[in-house]
C-alpha cells in the first residue's frame, strides 16, 4: 500500500498493482494506452476514476499522466 496524492491533492491508498503503474507513469511522464496490457489498463482506467490518473490526447494517442505532476507548489 502506498498513499499519493490525486486530484485537488486528496490523498488516495493505492496497492501494489497500482504502485507498479504509478511508479512507471512518474519515471516516464505517462503511460501510452496502446502499450499498456489489457490488466494494466484496466488498472490505470480504474485510477482515473479515483482522479489519480488523468487521461489525455497526446499526438493521436490517449496517454494517462499523474495529476500531481501539472500541478503547481
Known amino acids: 500500500m502506498k498513499a499519493v ?3 485537488d ?3 488516495s491508498l493505492i496497492n501494489k498493482f497500482e504502485t507498479q503503474l ?3 507513469a512518474e519515471l ?3 503511460l501510452k494506452l496502446n502499450e499498456l496490457s489489457e490488466r494494466d ?3 490505470c482506467d480504474v485510477m482515473h476514476q479515483k ?3 488523468n487521461k ?3 499526438n493521436g494517442c490517449e496517454c494517462y499522466i499523474i495529476y500531481s505532476a501539472k500541478q503547481k507548489l
Open 5 to 7: 496524492k490525486g486530484k
Open 9 to 11: 491533492n486528496i490523498l
Open 22 to 24: 504509478y511508479d512507471q
Open 28 to 30: 516516464f511522464g505517462g
Open 41 to 43: 489498463a484496466h488498472l
Open 51 to 53: 482522479n489519480i490518473f
Open 56 to 58: 489525455v490526447n497526446k
